[in-house]
């Protein structure tokens, strides 16, 4: 990773709920030796750790040494200097954070500190999300009366239905201001999920094509290869639709359809997103059963193994209904986008890693080219935005092949991050980090996005809650066929899942 053009962040303490976990260790560390690597951050960050766990600093910094050294990230010697300089800024506070007595250690920790500024992150299991707010603000350690600035960091899931994400954001909104408080989608994060905007809005020859004249329709798609493992009670209680739609999903869906902001600061961006969710149109119970389909994963191999069924996942009720996959066809009631189909799919255990948003343009109106034998018919224009795991854009359009024959033929004209720039071992909450750090919240979901989100997806749970089991799928597979039937109905098909490049160079 390059030596970034941006100053470093300012100066403060980074307070982390949760600061043995899984979380801390295996992102939220690597995520800030990349930055003090690269000199986003400098030697005025501190970073005070907050756990249940007894010990002292020592025994949270043997932990995560022990990660960072299995993991590989210490191979690098400019990596492993960066951890040294900033394992020495780190401290750690044992205790209950659901009693006052951490708090007031907290607020002994800043008062001594180099600089007021905090910003505090929750890498603690979601209902511990209110609490914590509530605590720092009745311990005064959100306020921002003397100039310094306090904010939190939340990651998902907000919520697991519109009534209790709309009860979490009523709660934190009791104790903390909206601009204090940054709900982080690490998608968001990602070099080609911020490229759309650019994509779209610098290019003239796509912004002027981005509507339901010549669009035909939109596909998003977040497949997993890995299946639940060790996760049964968490996924049991979740499911796809919760773990993947309203946040993931939704952030990919708003940052295609948004109108053009009139700038591109936080809150313009964030409006017109959110006017984009607000547009999702809600459907009816009949509506709902017509355009959602939900699978669960049989047993079968999968990446050279034996996998049980979901079902027999450790944690993982037997007569589960939850599902691991969904496939929804949704429509956003704007000019720009009416009649214009949006198709999201998500799974786990799937045919391969692959998250990427497919845009299909219409047919051309009349293709006067010949065609030879079983020479398929002209295929439509598709832009193709790999999001992971190879990070880049493909362009599908029809070229002549070579010969005397006059014959078409489908080539890709692509373009790979990792080709162009050198984007190192980057986590993706690098640019997430900085912001928090800085105070843009271009990045992070405003309550009323996330609201919006729930409510368009709640005829789903509602239904899916009456009872009935999700379809069954192979691993390794596409999902299941209802998800084929879902979209064939309309004369489509799904994009190949593959998670690499789509075509040839050219």
Not at 121 to 131: E, S
Request: aromatic share 10%; hydrophobic share 40%.
């Amino acid at each position: 990773m390059t030596t970034p053009d941006v100053a470093p962040a300012p100066p403060l303490t980074f307070v982390i709920f949760g600061a043995a976990g899984d979380l801390t260790r295996r992102l939220l560390i690597p995520t800030l030796i990349n930055m003090t690597r690269s000199g986003l951050v400098g030697e005025d960050l501190h970073i005070l750790g907050v756990g249940i766990e007894t010990g002292g600093v020592d025994m949270l910094l043997g932990r995560l040494e022990a990660f960072l050294k299995t993991s590989g990230d210490m191979d690098d010697p400019q990596r492993q200097a960066a951890w040294q300089s900033l394992s020495k800024r780190i401290s750690y506070i044992s205790g209950d954070f659901t009693q006052n007595g951490v708090y007031k250690q907290i607020a002994d920790y800043l008062s001594n500190a180099p600089s007021a500024n905090a910003a505090f992150y929750f890498a603690v299991p979601p209902q511990f999300f209110g609490d914590i707010a509530e605590k720092l603000s009745e311990n005064g350690l959100m306020n921002e009366a003397t100039g310094a600035f306090r904010r939190i960091a939340i990651e998902k899931p907000f919520g697991h239905d519109l009534a209790s994400a709309q009860a979490l954001n009523a709660r934190l909104l009791n104790h903390v201001h909206e601009s204090q408080i940054y709900r982080i989608d690490h998608f968001l994060g990602k070099e080609t999920v911020q490229n759309i905007m650019t994509t779209r809005f610098a290019n003239m020859m796509i912004e002027a094509l981005w509507n339901n004249n010549y669009i035909d329709h939109v596909q998003i798609t977040a497949a997993e290869l890995v299946d639940v493992g060790t996760r049964g009670k968490f996924y049991d209680a979740t499911g796809a639709l919760r773990d993947m739609v309203p946040n993931h999903l939704f952030q990919l869906l708003a940052m295609v359809a948004m109108e053009p902001p009139n700038s591109f600061d936080a809150e313009s961006i964030r409006n017109e997103k959110g006017k984009v969710l607000k547009a999702l149109r809600a459907y009816s119970r009949e509506e709902a059963a017509q355009n959602g389909v939900r699978g669960a994963y049989t047993a079968g191999p999968i990446a050279g193994r034996d996998l049980p069924a979901f079902t027999q996942t450790p944690d993982v009720s037997p007569d589960s209904n939850t599902e691991t996959f969904v496939a929804l066809k949704l429509l956003v009631d704007t000019w720009r986008w009416a009649g214009v189909p949006f198709y999201l799919r998500t799974g786990k255990a799937m045919k391969a890693r692959d998250t990427e948003v497919v845009i299909t343009f219409r047919q051309v109106p009349f293709a006067q080219f010949p065609r030879h034998g079983t020479q398929p018919e002209l295929p439509p224009n598709r832009l193709i935005i790999q999001v992971q795991p190879d990070e880049g854009l493909d362009m599908e359009i029809s070229i002549k092949s070579p010969g005397l024959v006059l014959k078409t033929a489908p080539v890709s004209l692509d373009f790979r991050y990792a080709d162009n720039f050198d984007i190192g071992k980057q986590t993706g909450y690098e640019s997430l980090f900085y912001e928090l750090f800085v105070g843009d919240q271009t990045l992070f979901q405003r309550a009323d996005g996330i609201e919006a989100g729930w409510a368009a997806v709640q005829p789903f749970l509602d239904l899916w809650a009456e009872g009935g089991k999700p379809d069954p799928y192979a691993p390794g597979s596409s999902g299941p066929a209802s998800a084929d039937e879902l979209i064939e109905r309309d004369g489509r098909k799904w994009h190949q899942i593959d998670g690499a490049a789509s075509g040839k160079r050219v």
